[in-house]
């Protein structure tokens, strides 16, 4: 199995709204990243999860919340969005973090905040 | 300041040509570059990696240069087709991991 798989696929939810984005990878890999896309921006690094310990946070607002019950799992908790907050949330996950590893993107969770 | 910048957003080329799109980063120390492609509304898949002491790295169709002294890579599609259409992204890798903007590809037949 080489999917790293994202539920929901689409979300919209109110700026008082408490929502949970998941992603799962039954790879083996041990590290995680949560990513935030705009459209037609790349991709920007929000966490990085390395053996279920959190490594980077890319000084993103306190509004979302990671999580890593374990090795497969990985969770963002959003609470009190800002319309500006809407956009691709992408799940990937990689062998490990350090080195040189390709990562493995989910389809995403498409989130409108508003 | 750190920028990565990709030779243009949009690039048109014809059906069987190849295609060469670049990647030129400034104030970065990369010890490895990925390039990815990604599809309207997908998330970005990987194509190919190449490290810091590599000079070129070949897949099928793709080829990827890696210059340290330049700060630049070129990623090349060879006999290219309307299905390599899409956006391609270069990331550097090491201390951190970071996209450049992507250059959306369009293949005409």
């Known amino acids: 199995d080489t999917e790293v798989t994202q539920t929901p696929k689409h979300l919209v939810m109110g700026m008082t709204n408490k929502k949970s984005l998941k992603c799962e990878q039954h790879m083996g890999h041990r590290a995680m990243y949560w990513y935030k896309q705009k459209a037609k921006k790349p991709p920007e690094l929000m966490f990085v999860?390395?053996?279920?310990?959190?490594?980077i946070n890319e000084s993103v607002p306190s509004r979302f919340s990671p999580e890593c019950p374990n090795s497969s799992l990985l969770n963002l908790h959003l609470h009190a969005l800002q319309p500006e907050d809407s956009a691709l949330y992408l799940c990937?996950?990689?062998?490990?973090?350090?080195?040189?590893?390709?990562?493995?993107f989910g389809p995403g969770t498409r989130l409108t905040v508003l | 300041s750190q920028k990565i910048e990709q030779n243009s957003e949009a690039l048109n080329i014809q059906e069987g040509k190849t295609a060469t799109l670049t990647c030129n980063y400034t104030n970065y120390s990369p010890a490895y570059l990925q390039w990815y492609r990604q599809d309207p509304g997908r998330g970005p898949v990987f194509l190919l990696l190449i490290r810091e002491n590599e000079k070129e790295k070949r897949k099928e169709r793709l080829k990827v240069t890696f210059d340290t002294t330049l700060k630049q890579s070129l990623f090349h599609i060879t006999a290219s087709q309307p299905a390599d259409s899409a956006t391609y992204l270069c990331a550097l890798g090491g201390q951190n991991f970071v996209f450049g903007p992507g250059t959306r590809l369009s293949v005409l037949p």
């Open positions: 999860y390395s053996y279920e310990k959190l490594s």
């Open positions: 990937a996950s990689s062998q490990r973090r350090a080195g040189y590893n390709e990562q493995f």
